[in-house]
């Protein structure tokens, strides 16, 4: 990964919500090394920040490194079991690598935390109660944005 200036203004703990955020807008863009630096940068501002860690597995994923990405996300769920979007995620690349079966479980579990949640639903092939097509995760977890 390529090395990124660091912010001074973006270097205390309180502001890893910032650093998140510039990692979920990146990702939305679909500039997955600003993401990845941005949701790294995070974690390393605020080691409690469940979040951030899942964004960074979950960015890591879409780059195609599944190992790592499963680390990640299962270090993120370790930290807050009750993360929908980390537990959907984590059912998002199970999928994403064809184990059906692998996605199941957590995906499920994403269901039951978050019902209304599209993607999670997506992940299990069916629609979410009183939702229509994939909705946007919120600016705090992502899930499949």
């Known amino acids: 990964m390529q090395e990124w200036p660091t912010f001074t203004a973006l270097g205390r703990p309180e502001q890893a919500s910032l650093m998140e955020e510039a990692g979920m807008l990146a990702l ?5 090394d ?4 941005a949701f790294a940068r995070s974690f390393d501002l605020d080691p409690a920040r469940d979040s951030a860690l899942g964004n960074l597995g979950f960015t890591l994923g879409q780059q195609g490194r599944t190992g790592e990405a499963l680390t990640l996300l299962s270090r993120a769920r370790q930290m807050n079991p ?3 979007a980390t537990n959907s995620n984590i059912g998002w690349l199970f999928a ?8 199941l479980p957590s ?3 994403a269901i039951r935390l978050a019902p209304a949640d599209a993607q999670s ?4 092939g069916r629609q979410p109660p009183g ?5 946007r995760s ?5 899930t499949a944005c």
């Not at 600003?34 to 630096?37: F, G, L, R, S």
């Not at 639903?121 to 299990?124: E, G, K, L, R, T």
């Not at 939702?131 to 909705?135: D, K, N, P």
């Open 107 to 109: 995906s499920r579990e």
């Open 28 to 32: 939305s863009q679909q500039n997955l």
């Open 138 to 142: 919120s600016s705090k977890d992502c």
């Open 34 to 37: 600003v993401a990845q630096w």
């Open 82 to 84: 009750r993360a929908a």
């Open 131 to 135: 939702r229509r097509g994939i909705a």
């Open 96 to 103: 994403r690598t064809g184990q059906g079966q692998g996605a």
């Open 121 to 124: 639903s997506a992940n299990v």
